[in-house]
């Protein structure tokens, strides 16, 4: 048995004993035998890094699937080795998690910093077990302790993710040790002359020297024996990394005035035992009073527990920090979320997606618990609940989307010209349909074309603000002939279903617009404006025309009189309900006008005042919304749209119906000689000027001939 294997065998056993060794050293030989051949860039076999990040991993004590995964984690992806051959010999988690990592390794840092926290944000939500996170971790620090292979433009580039991303992911899960060390690597990597003085600095100065930590341990340890308890004292010093932020940003002018640089911890067996160690430390040393926590008693709220204080005396010159804990509060503290979530999976099997849920608790406890930079994690899980997707480009830049987004919001979000020159798009190597619904970590390629330019209906499926807004602001700014053409076009359809004669050269029915007798020059600029859709072709022609089929009267204005509802007046609509026999309450005697809800019974339903008093105790599920039918503020038109023969025809219509809110009730279609297609829709209307509106909107549809209500 190789030697990198019994090693693992034997830590694994150290925390689970009941673990799938058979599994596992299947896993190994699996893994070693997939990267036989390849080479890191040090030189050394490619099997030497999983090794080493599954070493790694197993500090955070995971489960049999994860130690697998971490074993396996590059083989999709550097070998030719197929994930259903994974799937078959290992499982299916151990076949998603491989797949998941995979995901991961194409989320990379680009060097722009606003993308730093939405690249946080993209690797906890792509993960969709925490566990991959773990694993992704345990890589990245065996990647970072070997990154002086690497090509130094590269390394600079990797340290800069590693202490922007990866860093705070790993504080943020309580993985305090990870954090540490990987900031340390990072730090070395990019600042190499800051980090030697540091660490030069430190052995100059009192804490740094020799036996210094030494004997302060051991004289903490009499002190305690002395008082009859037995507590295992270890000391550490802070990593360079915190060291030199706390000197780059000014809080301390040398190394010396840090005095929290080392910590002492006392770990004691019993929660009884950490107040006595307290008194007995307090007894020989002066606590500093501001400094003193008890998280035993009120414990963070990631779970963290522990006694804190800060005392004078134990080191000559400086104030000390002691924490003091017992082992199982220590075992929570150094392993944080793995603790909390891949542990106590040990002991039952969890569904990934009961894991996820658990970890996104996990990350909101974990939120109150910090004060600084609490942003991330409020942003973090307010994203997942309120689904936010993330979205790559074939380089691995991240955007953040809402759901639902299409690869037109995409486009336009990656650059504006990258959207308006926009003809088509690729899912995960895959040609898609702009309209497509994106999904969390897809790789989106946009396809562009130089002379290409945007379509209106974009605007119809485009879910962005920002899109949308790209999109109007194009044909807003459209060349002024464009615009013209355009203006023409519509009035020329107007015209021409009414049976009117076309404009003729110098436009001039325009000129008695609003009776101003407009020049030449003010016809075109109307006719601009109409085609930019700032002014409605229907309101020129009817005022030129003075059409009696357009005019609104003003006895009209209201809109529940002109339209003529398909209900009686004193009808009642209710929810989810046809045909019932209804009466009215005596109690109340609601009214048209009356907020109202309907009581069924098997008799039929009462209709009450929302509010009256009878009501009250009824049961919320005997109760209906309902509506008297005159007080229903929109209604149903029939309207008929006359258009060629095309494909998209039908999508193009029902996409410009539904960019101006309108539901469509019914559809039928009907094909006339010409190779015409009339399009019978019903729809629902708040008022004449809605539906005008629309008629205009799809007379400006290419194809569509005519647009008219019925
Ligand atoms: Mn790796």
Same mark, same amino acid.
């Given at each position: 048995?190789?030697?990198?294997?019994?090693?693992?065998?034997?830590?694994?056993?150290?925390?689970?004993?009941?673990?799938?060794?058979?599994?596992?050293?299947?896993?190994?030989?699996?893994?070693?035998?997939?990267?036989?051949?390849?080479?890191?860039?040090?030189?050394?076999?490619?099997?030497?890094?999983?090794?080493?990040?599954?070493?790694?991993?197993?500090?955070?004590?995971?489960?049999?699937?994860?130690?697998?995964?971490?074993?396996?984690?590059?083989?999709?992806?550097?070998?030719?080795?197929?994930?259903?051959?994974?799937?078959?010999?290992?499982?299916?988690?151990?076949?998603?998690?491989?797949?998941?990592?995979?995901?991961?390794?194409?989320?990379?840092?680009?060097?722009?910093?606003?993308?730093?926290?939405?690249?946080?944000?993209?690797?906890?939500?792509?993960?969709?077990?925490?566990?991959?996170?773990?694993?992704?971790?345990?890589?990245?620090?065996?990647?970072?302790?070997?990154?002086?292979?690497?090509?130094?433009?590269?390394?600079?580039?990797?340290?800069?993710?590693?202490?922007?991303?990866?860093?705070?992911?790993?504080?943020?899960?309580?993985?305090?040790?990870?954090?540490?060390?990987?900031?340390?690597?990072?730090?070395?990597?990019?600042?190499?002359?800051?980090?030697?003085?540091?660490?030069?600095?430190?052995?100059?100065?009192?804490?740094?020297?020799?036996?210094?930590?030494?004997?302060?341990?051991?004289?903490?340890?009499?002190?305690?024996?002395?008082?009859?308890?037995?507590?295992?004292?270890?000391?550490?010093?802070?990593?360079?990394?915190?060291?030199?932020?706390?000197?780059?940003?000014?809080?301390?002018?040398?190394?010396?005035?840090?005095?929290?640089?080392?910590?002492?911890?006392?770990?004691?067996?019993?929660?009884?035992?950490?107040?006595?160690?307290?008194?007995?430390?307090?007894?020989?040393?002066?606590?500093?009073?501001?400094?003193?926590?008890?998280?035993?008693?009120?414990?963070?709220?990631?779970?963290?527990?522990?006694?804190?204080?800060?005392?004078?005396?134990?080191?000559?010159?400086?104030?000390?920090?002691?924490?003091?804990?017992?082992?199982?509060?220590?075992?929570?503290?150094?392993?944080?979320?793995?603790?909390?979530?891949?542990?106590?999976?040990?002991?039952?099997?969890?569904?990934?997606?009961?894991?996820?849920?658990?970890?996104?608790?996990?990350?909101?406890?974990?939120?109150?618990?910090?004060?600084?930079?609490?942003?991330?994690?409020?942003?973090?899980?307010?994203?997942?609940?309120?689904?936010?997707?993330?979205?790559?480009?074939?380089?691995?830049?991240?955007?953040?989307?809402?759901?639902?987004?299409?690869?037109?919001?995409?486009?336009?979000?990656?650059?504006?010209?990258?959207?308006?020159?926009?003809?088509?798009?690729?899912?995960?190597?895959?040609? @898609?349909?702009?309209?497509?619904?994106?999904?969390?970590? #897809?790789? !989106?390629?946009? %396809?562009?074309? =130089?002379? +290409? $330019?945007?379509?209106?209906?974009?605007?119809?499926?485009?879910?962005?603000?920002?899109?949308?807004?790209?999109?109007?602001?194009?044909?807003?700014?459209?060349?002024?002939?464009?615009?013209?053409?355009?203006?023409?076009?519509?009035?020329?359809?107007?015209?021409?279903?009414?049976?009117?004669?076309?404009?003729?050269?110098?436009?001039?029915?325009?000129?008695?617009?609003?009776?101003?007798?407009?020049?030449?020059?003010?016809?075109?600029?109307?006719?601009?404006?109409?085609?930019?859709?700032?002014?409605?072709?229907?309101?020129?022609?009817?005022?030129?025309?003075?059409?009696?089929?357009?005019?609104?009267?003003?006895?009209?204005?209201?809109?529940?009189?002109?339209?003529? @509802?398909?209900?009686?007046?004193?009808?009642?609509?209710? #929810?989810? !309900?046809?045909? %019932?026999?209804? =009466?009215? +309450? $005596?109690?109340?005697?609601?009214?048209?006008?009356?907020?109202?809800?309907?009581?069924?019974?098997?008799?039929?339903?009462?209709?009450?005042?929302?509010?009256?008093?009878?009501?009250?105790?009824?049961?919320?599920?005997?109760?209906?919304?309902?509506?008297?039918?005159?007080?229903?503020?929109?209604?149903?038109?029939?309207?008929?749209?006359?258009?060629?023969?095309?494909?998209?025809?039908?999508?193009?219509?029902?996409?410009?119906?539904?960019?101006?809110?309108?539901?469509?009730?019914?559809?039928?279609?009907?094909?006339?000689?010409?190779?015409?297609?009339?399009?019978?829709?019903?729809?629902?209307?708040?008022?004449?000027?809605?539906?005008?509106?629309?008629?205009?909107?799809?007379?400006?549809?290419?194809?569509?001939?005519?647009?008219?209500?019925?």
């Amino acid at each position: 048995m190789d030697a990198a294997l019994k090693k693992i065998i034997e830590q694994v056993k150290s925390f689970a004993p009941a673990a799938d060794f058979a599994k596992i050293e299947a896993a190994y030989d699996f893994a070693k035998k997939a990267h036989a051949g390849q080479k890191r860039f040090s030189g050394e076999p490619y099997f030497v890094h999983p090794v080493a990040a599954t070493l790694n991993l197993l500090t955070l004590h995971p489960d049999d699937d994860t130690i697998i995964a971490c074993l396996l984690h590059d083989v999709i992806e550097d070998t030719e080795t197929d994930l259903a051959a994974i799937e078959e010999k290992f499982g299916s988690t151990v076949a998603s998690l491989c797949l998941d990592m995979e995901k991961l390794g194409t989320v990379r840092y680009q060097g722009q910093e606003r993308q730093i926290e939405n690249l946080r944000k993209m690797f906890v939500a792509m993960a969709r077990d925490i566990r991959v996170i773990f694993i992704k971790l345990a890589d990245r620090l065996h990647n970072m302790e070997t990154i002086e292979h690497v090509r130094p433009d590269k390394q600079k580039r990797i340290a800069k993710e590693t202490l922007e991303v990866y860093a705070p992911i790993a504080a943020r899960l309580g993985l305090f040790e990870f954090k540490a060390r990987l900031e340390d690597l990072a730090f070395k990597t990019l600042h190499p002359e800051e980090f030697a003085k540091i660490q030069k600095s430190l052995a100059g100065s009192a804490i740094g020297r020799k036996n210094f930590i030494e004997t302060t341990k051991k004289k903490l340890q009499t002190i305690l024996a002395e008082a009859g308890i037995t507590a295992e004292v270890t000391g550490r010093t802070k990593h360079l990394y915190s060291i030199w932020r706390k000197l780059e940003l000014k809080h301390y002018a040398s190394i010396d005035e840090i005095y929290d640089l080392f910590a002492l911890r006392v770990i004691v067996d019993s929660t009884e035992k950490c107040y006595a160690a307290l008194g007995t430390i307090h007894n020989h040393f002066t606590p500093l009073s501001n400094r003193f926590k008890d998280f035993i008693a009120v414990p963070k709220p990631n779970g963290y527990q522990s006694l804190h204080t800060t005392v004078i005396g134990l080191n000559r010159d400086s104030p000390t920090e002691i924490q003091i804990r017992t082992h199982a509060m220590h075992e929570q503290a150094e392993r944080g979320a793995a603790a909390h979530f891949v542990y106590s999976e040990r002991k039952q099997s969890v569904t990934a997606e009961e894991s996820k849920l658990k970890w996104i608790r996990g990350l909101v406890e974990l939120h109150e618990s910090m004060q600084d930079n609490s942003e991330f994690i409020s942003s973090l899980s307010n994203d997942i609940f309120e689904d936010r997707i993330f979205v790559l480009t074939p380089r691995g830049d991240v955007f953040d989307l809402p759901a639902g987004a299409t690869p037109i919001d995409f486009a336009y979000v990656v650059h504006t010209e990258i959207g308006h020159h926009c003809i088509g798009a690729k899912i995960n190597g895959k040609i @898609a349909k702009l309209d497509a619904e994106l999904k969390n970590g #897809e790789v !989106v390629e946009i %396809i562009t074309r =130089k002379d +290409a $330019k945007p379509n209106r209906f974009w605007l119809s499926f485009a879910k962005t603000t920002s899109a949308k807004s790209k999109i109007r602001a194009y044909f807003a700014s459209l060349g002024r002939n464009e615009n013209v053409a355009l203006g023409k076009d519509l009035i020329n359809k107007k015209l021409a279903r009414l049976g009117k004669a076309q404009l003729d050269a110098d436009f001039s029915i325009l000129k008695n617009y609003k009776k101003q007798n407009l020049s030449k020059r003010d016809r075109e600029a109307l006719l601009e404006r109409i085609g930019n859709g700032s002014v409605s072709s229907s309101a020129v022609v009817k005022d030129l025309l003075e059409l009696d089929e357009f005019a609104v009267k003003k006895s009209q204005k209201k809109p529940v009189a002109s339209l003529q @509802a398909e209900h009686k007046k004193d009808e009642i609509l209710i #929810e989810g !309900v046809n045909g %019932i026999a209804t =009466k009215l +309450a $005596k109690c109340c005697t609601p009214k048209p006008g009356d907020e109202i809800v309907a009581v069924m019974s098997r008799a039929g339903a009462t209709i009450h005042r929302r509010d009256c008093k009878q009501i009250v105790r009824t049961a919320d599920e005997r109760k209906l919304r309902a509506q008297f039918a005159s007080d229903v503020k929109s209604h149903l038109v029939k309207i008929e749209v006359t258009a060629k023969n095309r494909v998209g025809m039908l999508h193009d219509i029902a996409g410009a119906i539904a960019e101006m809110q309108v539901n469509i009730a019914d559809l039928s279609l009907k094909t006339s000689d010409k190779h015409e297609i009339i399009h019978e829709l019903t729809i629902e209307v708040e008022d004449l000027e809605q539906l005008e509106k629309l008629l205009g909107q799809l007379e400006r549809i290419s194809g569509i001939t005519r647009a008219v209500r019925i």
